[in-house]
């Protein structure tokens, strides 16, 4: 520790790694976890709609393929087709359960000016 720093001030201070609670990169770390489980979620609902159509439905698709079986093929692609969908309206409800809540929970309306109060300036 350097002289005339204090043990509180470099126990905040940022090091690599360590972005709990601290701006901007923290904010953006924060963002990109909650991105790639969102992804992870919707990866997983599109997975199981898919196997529930058609267990291994991906493998079934390539084995097709390579086989040159395009009932299995077709087959295949219906069963990931309906996963995505899965997918997709999971994500809409999502997105439409969040909207409602935000309409719910943020009330900030127009706001009349009193009469008599001078106006406020903000910047």
């Known amino acids: 520790m350097s002289e005339g720093a204090s043990p509180?001030?470099?126990a905040r201070r940022i090091v690599p790694g360590n972005l709990h609670g601290h701006?901007?990169?923290?904010?953006?770390?924060?963002?990109?976890?909650?991105?790639?489980?969102?992804?992870?979620?919707?990866?997983?609902?599109?997975?199981?709609?898919?196997?529930?159509?058609?267990?291994?439905?991906a493998a079934s698709f390539y084995r097709g393929l390579a086989t040159e079986?395009?009932?299995?093929?077709?087959?295949?692609?219906?069963?990931?087709t309906h996963g995505y969908t899965m997918a997709f309206v999971a994500a809409a409800v999502t997105f439409l359960a969040g909207l409602a809540v935000m309409f719910l929970a943020v009330n900030a309306g127009r706001q009349q000016p009193?009469?008599?109060?001078?106006?406020v300036h903000l910047g």
């Open 23 to 57: 701006g901007l990169g923290a904010a953006q770390h924060r963002a990109a976890d909650r991105r790639a489980l969102g992804l992870a979620v919707l990866s997983t609902i599109s997975t199981s709609a898919a196997n529930d159509k058609l267990p291994e439905a």
């Open 69 to 80: 079986d395009f009932p299995l093929v077709a087959k295949a692609g219906e069963a990931l």
């Open 114 to 119: 009193t009469e008599g109060a001078p106006p």
């Open 8 to 10: 509180d001030r470099d």
